[in-house]
């Protein structure tokens, strides 16, 4: 399935001003990373890499696509550019279900500028939210075995009791 379109349209707009100012070729790098750790707990876990990775792989702008962008004010030499579109950048990151930290680049991009703003917002959305999904789950798991470890300890100190008021008869 083609979900090239899934952007904002700001960084079609921004695309157009670096491929008018002839920056279509600049190689840029940028890190994805977050600032502060939700919910004050310790650590992320990354992922939802594989999607990305999709995303990228297939994206291409159809027919239809450049037709509903002619609508807009983007220039012709842009939308050719478009409609020739290949990603050709890097993508490294770290791998699936990695525990991170503030400020350490979960996943880093490096490639013509253009590449890189387009893939933006796909970036954003999957690892941001699976990610948030795979931290909460890391966290119901340990709570879950840390209450499973609590009903243990629990059932063999009545285990006891009932023991020691057995031997004591």
Known sequence: ??????????ELTMSNGYFEKGFKDKMVVFDMFYRKNPDNVGFVVSADLEQLIEYIENMHFSKEDIEFLEQGEFSEGFLQYLADFKF?????ALPE???CYPNTPIVTVTAPVIEAQLIETMLLLTMNFQSLIA???????RTAAESVRLLWSL???VHMVVMQRFLVQ
């Open 1 to 10: 399935r083609n979900l090239t379109m899934l952007m904002d349209y700001y």
């Open 155 to 157: 059932a063999r100190d």
């Open 135 to 141: 931290t909460k789950a890391s966290r119901i798991c």
């Open 97 to 99: 279900g990695t525990i």
């Open 88 to 92: 050709t950048g890097n993508i490294d």
